[in-house]
């Protein structure tokens, strides 16, 4: 892949909320861009990346999901990052995935945008039961959750920033690895997501363990696919998620997790 600080140069930044201006929609990208956003099914007259921000905007707002190079670090605090392991800005299609998929749902900023809006002065918002509650600062109890970060479960329910609990992560982007792994396990490519290192399947918390082949996974709390507590090759982790799909709950009948 080509660099993003080379293919960058000539771009025109934006600003703010809004675009800086027509300059830096549709041509303005660089033709690396406008080929992968075309491709992705997205109106290149809308997309335009801050290099600041490190942020992908779409019509004018900023979409949450991360600009940068593939391999790079990515902050998933303030970030939606498309990378494989959540934690980097990933590859191109990755990112206009991403981008698509928000655009798809009808939104304007991506739904797993851990950036929610602040409290007032002396409140804070919590999360409990799928409702958004405002307490006063200080005596949040441990089983309420924050906007738009994991809820405590373990389970690994994502929260909303209105705290609608979204049993899923990342979709699986058309082309990748991932994406031709699933198909080959008969499993439905758009049903499948992952979120912290766990597959998800049609929003069903499926524990079976997402990761690199030889990386070292804890089976304990996951199902872990490899051999010798490791996350196993893609086509044994979708194995897995294939024998977890087929369970009313969706969850493995291995899970270690109570």
């Avoid at 992968?36 to 707002?61: C, H, P, Q, S």
């Avoid at 939606?80 to 990755?94: I, L, R, T």
Wanted: aromatic share 10%.
């Amino acid at each position: 892949m080509i660099k993003l600080s080379l293919i960058a140069v000539g771009l025109v930044s934006l600003s703010g909320v809004t675009l800086a201006g027509p300059d830096s929609l549709g041509a303005a990208l660089p033709s690396y861009w406008q080929v992968r956003a075309t491709a992705g099914g997205l109106d290149v007259d809308k997309l335009g990346f801050n290099i600041t921000e490190e942020m992908w905007y779409y019509d004018g707002v900023s979409t949450c999901v991360g600009w940068g190079e593939f391999d790079e670090t990515c902050d998933y605090d303030t970030h939606v990052c498309a990378g494989y392991n959540g934690h980097s800005f990933g590859h191109g299609s990755q990112q206009i995935g991403e981008i698509k998929n928000m655009v798809d749902q009808g939104e304007t900023t991506h739904e797993l945008c851990p950036v929610c809006d602040p409290a007032p002065a002396g409140q804070v918002f919590v999360c409990h039961d799928g409702k958004k509650w405002s307490m006063p600062s200080g005596v949040v109890q441990n089983d309420f959750g924050l906007p738009g970060h994991m809820s405590l479960t373990g389970k690994g329910i994502w929260m909303t920033c209105d705290c609608k609990e979204v049993h899923r992560g990342y979709r699986l982007i058309e082309g990748t690895y991932w994406y031709g792994q699933a198909e080959n396990a008969d499993l439905d490519p758009s049903k499948v997501s992952w979120l912290n290192s766990v597959w998800y399947y049609d929003d069903k918390f499926s524990c079976v363990a997402k990761g690199g082949n030889v990386a070292p996974c804890d089976n304990n709390v996951l199902l872990c696919a490899g051999a010798g507590n490791t996350f196993g090759y893609g086509s044994q982790q979708m194995a897995e998620l294939k024998a977890a799909s087929m369970l009313p709950t969706g969850e493995h009948a291995y899970c270690p997790m109570p």
